[in-house]
């Protein structure tokens, strides 16, 4: 393939999620809202832990970075989809579908870690708590957080680096509404087959090494918990279920894109809304719901803003 056709293709066509207006209006209205609680449910469990001193502490240092996390990882592809349920021509730039790729495997890769990063951390909390602080430092905290952001970054550009190496000259439309390597891989052109196989490789081994290392760690925890004490195991079941809920909800839909793929449009379309849309609106509510920590740092900040309006 002539060098010169690499840049034949300058932009890409969006399908969406349906081709009837007014689906599209009412899509955009749902969609919409769902992206405003996503963006300040996250922001309001951010300012709580930075704020609250009560806070200060690893496991709520570590869920401040994954609401930052799945506010950007929603802000990938949310605000475009909105913004094409009310144009007529859903198009996006070469340049721009190279970005939503970088940056959906990027965000996304480094969630995939720093859940297992959550999961060590609740070991740690659970099994042991004698030198819980020692082992979670501040330091320690930050180091780990670093390291899932590197190793999403690395994932990120492994992919990308490919896909900018592939030839573009024929058809150009996604029936998706966001740029994704499987869908991307097959308006290639050459034949695309292996190389699909060999990417969604590179993407499975991430999500199911975390996906393991998730359940290992969860059912370790019960185990040991289990042996040292008989109401152990329900104990360290309410503790770790926001943890596991979290992580169904995340990889359940990245195994069956990337891992086991179904090949049917309108699931492959489900799916994607659900871990770019649904499962970043669902963490806060979680969190929030069942966390007494969070439910009480509310309080006291109701109660501060009461107290400081009536006296002004």
């Known amino acids: 393939m002539d060098k010169g056709n690499l840049s034949v293709v300058s932009e890409f066509m969006l399908l969406g999620l349906s081709h009837s207006w007014n689906m599209q209006v009412l899509l955009f209205m749902i969609f919409f809202m769902l992206y405003l609680i996503i963006i300040c449910g996250n922001i309001v469990i951010m300012i709580l832990i930075i704020t609250d ?4 502490s690893p496991m709520y240092f570590l869920l401040a970075n994954l609401s930052f996390v799945d506010m950007w990882l929603s802000s990938v592809t949310t605000p475009k989809m909105i ?11 070469f340049g721009g579908c190279m970005c939503q790729i970088l ?16 999961a060590y951390d609740r070991y740690v909390a659970i099994c042991k708590p004698l030198h819980y602080s020692t082992i979670m430092s ?3 905290c930050i180091g780990l957080v670093v390291t899932s952001w590197t190793i999403g970054f690395v994932h990120a550009m492994s992919q990308v ?10 058809p150009r439309e996604l029936d998706s509404f966001f740029c994704d390597i499987p869908l991307i891989i097959k308006l290639a052109c050459i034949d695309s087959y292996n190389l699909g196989i060999l990417m969604n490789a590179d993407s499975g081994v991430l999500a ?3 996906f393991v290392l998730l359940l290992i760690s969860y059912t370790y925890i019960l185990l040991i918990v289990h042996q040292s004490s008989k109401t152990g195991a329900s104990k360290a079941l309410s503790t770790c279920t926001t943890h596991i809920s979290v992580v169904v909800l995340f990889f359940g839909p990245c195994i069956f894109i990337y891992v086991w793929p179904l090949s049917i449009t309108w699931v492959d379309k489900f799916l ?3 871990y770019s849309v649904i499962t970043p609106l669902l963490n806060p509510a979680i969190y929030t719901l069942r966390n007494k920590e969070i439910k009480y740092a509310m309080k006291r900040y109701r109660s501060y803003y009461l107290h400081c309006k009536e006296n002004s």
């Open 53 to 56: 001193p009560h806070l200060h």
């Open 83 to 93: 913004v094409d349920f009310l144009r007529e021509n859903k198009t996006i730039s």
């Open 103 to 118: 940056f959906v495997h990027f965000v996304g890769g480094g969630e995939m870690v720093l859940l297992v990063v959550m």
């Open 138 to 140: 501040l330091q320690k």
């Open 161 to 170: 680096v490919v896909i900018l190496q592939l030839p573009f000259c024929g």
């Open 208 to 210: 199911m090494t975390c």
């Open 272 to 274: 994607a809304v659900f």
